[in-house]
């Protein structure tokens, strides 16, 4: 936002940051959450005050501390890799002592959602060690074991750290799955030559997920969601989390010049946007269901009705909550910036400041936004709001900077209609700079 005084303070608060412990002795971190939000966050920002905002960087100095910052983060957090097959433990403690917590096994979100910024690592600093670690975890995903998984591209959940083995096959774009598929496509857009298996892939995933988990609600066969595969049948269920899956489409379709991908990226993104517009605070709820039309794919235990108290708002809805919280989160948000991208259609900008005066209007706190415990009640004032004390990190760094960016000027940044992108957003929506050709 070009705040140059903003930028100074930020940087002289990280030269003075010790990256290599944890304020309490023994207070195991993540990995995943560790390296999206705070190792993309350094790398982002020297991508950014190295180029577009070079002018905000009133001593280069304090510029360079962010890429040597990254680097002690990165080595501190590289034991948690030192497991038999490579794939490493979530969580690690940095000190007294450095080590592993020691996790059986660990999610394809936490496994499959670090190359992007461990490759970026290694290109800035020429250290290879970094991009090896998380690729060798990676290569796990790309080429599962056991074999003969049913639905070609999606994979299983959880893999064990002692043979790199899947544990399960519960397959979609939930929790526990949803940025690996994000980064496959992301790599691709890193470096289309190096990462062409990473996009094949994604091509799988997503023809997978068109054909096997695509549902239209019986009361709203003009809605589409992406439905969880599980015990070899797709439930009709679906989270925020899950709503990402717009925009991977819609940058999918555009980096591989493919309208089909595109098209259905944006009916996605229409779809759970609608899931906001139809709930009675304005957001959407962390998870919902409906019941599936085509009753194909559906075994029929797992495709229910609505209980009772659902059953008229499922009528125009087509879905009914069945967990009313919302934490701030931006996938939604995310999808309808792709949407607005790939197209220049001013709609998705109007739902954009349709969501944003709403969540404006129901988190906004003194001194900061609040998580809301159900967002399925219209409050009749400020004392009926049940909140969340907590404002995630990700409210500033992805939410509102989607939000920001939906109406901001065309940009080098910016996500590109002709798919010629110059950065790529990581899944904490920190924009890295792509791989010079
Ligand atoms: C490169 O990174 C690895 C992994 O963190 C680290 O152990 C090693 O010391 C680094 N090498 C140099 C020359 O900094
Ligand atoms: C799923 O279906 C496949 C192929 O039809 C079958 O081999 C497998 O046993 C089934 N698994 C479960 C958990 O039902
Ligand atoms: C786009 O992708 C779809 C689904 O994979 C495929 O059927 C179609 O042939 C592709 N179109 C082009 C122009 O590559």
Redesign the pocket.
Known sequence: MNEAEIVDKILRQIAKTDFSATAENNQAISLFETTIRYLGGLLSAYDLLSGPFKHLVKEPRLRDTLLEKA?IL?????IAFDTPSGVPDDEIIFNPKPRQVGNPDNSITCIGTLVLEWTRLSDL?G????AA?AQRAQAHLLHPKPEGFRLPGLVGTYVRLNDGAFEDYQAGWGGGSDSYYEYLIKMYAYDPVSFVEYKDSWVAAAESSMKYLASHPTTRTDLTFLGEFRGNSTVPMSSHLASVCGGSFILGGLLLQNQTFVDFGLELSKSYYEVYRQSPSGIGPEEFRWVDDHQELTKAAANRPPPKKWRSFYETSGYWPTNGEFILRPETIESLYHAYRATGDQQWQAWAWEAFETLNLRTRVEGGFSGLHNVMTKPHGDKDVQRIDKMESFWLAETLKYLYLIFADDAEYQVRSDGRMKYVFTTEAHPLRIRHK
């Open positions: 680097q990165a080595n501190s957090l590289s600093t250290n290879l060690t970094y670690l």
